[in-house]
């Protein structure tokens, strides 16, 4: 089932996330639902409070970047309470993310370079990777949500300015999406 997807200014993107348990009622089907979500919206990661759910779970799937960055092909993630720790001395790249809760948005967004991450999949099993480069923006991006932030908290007070109208629009429900939202205000 395709699930609406929550717009910025809802009070869902701004809470902390908890832990689930593998006895989460319905989760398989609620990651079933957040992949066809993804899949729907052309996203390439939706975490669970996109989707209404303040808990530490998200989906990501990277492997339509394939042709830009060989070094995802196949790689698709579902991660249960994940945890991020930078493993760099703090090397930040610059490149511009949007985000599937702020339609038209797009932003130079610093980020770490290399993290490692532990999580469970969709079968409670752990893993421990050392991520890097683009794969460990997505990871960041879509964990920021999890921690009640989004990627314009990572700009500049002067972009935030600049684009202050377009928030205003997202929070009164004055976009265009070609896939299901709920926003703040309508």
């Known amino acids: 089932m395709i699930l609406p997807i929550y717009?910025?200014?809802?009070?869902?993107?701004?809470?902390?996330?908890?832990?689930?348990?593998?006895d989460y009622p319905n989760l398989k089907?609620?990651?079933?639902?957040m992949k066809?979500?993804?899949?729907?919206s052309d996203g390439i990661g939706i975490a669970a409070p996109q989707v209404g759910l303040n808990i530490r779970l998200v989906c990501i799937d990277v492997d339509v970047l394939k042709d830009t960055f060989p070094e995802l092909?196949?790689?698709?993630?579902?991660?249960?309470?994940?945890?991020?720790?930078?493993?760099e001395d703090g090397k930040?790249?610059?490149r511009e993310e949007g985000c599937l809760s702020l339609p038209g948005i797009h932003e130079s967004v610093p980020r770490i370079e290399k993290i490692r991450v532990t999580w469970l999949d969709e079968n409670f099993q752990p893993h421990d990777e050392v991520?890097?480069?683009?794969l460990a923006?997505?990871?960041?991006?879509?964990c920021d949500h999890l921690e009640g932030k989004v990627f314009i908290d990572h700009i500049s007070a002067i972009r935030k300015q600049l684009i202050r109208n377009k928030l205003r629009n997202i929070v009164d429900g004055k976009v265009r999406c070609s896939y299901r939202t709920r926003s703040f205000r309508k």
């Open 36 to 40: 066809a979500t993804m899949y729907d």
């Open 131 to 134: 991520i890097e480069g683009y």
């Open 73 to 87: 092909e196949g790689r698709q993630f579902v991660l249960i309470n994940p945890r991020i720790e930078v493993i």
């Open 137 to 142: 923006r997505v990871f960041q991006h879509e």
């Open 92 to 94: 930040k790249t610059n």
């Open 7 to 22: 717009l910025y200014g809802h009070p869902v993107l701004r809470k902390e996330s908890v832990d689930i348990t593998p």
């Open 29 to 33: 089907e609620l990651i079933e639902n």
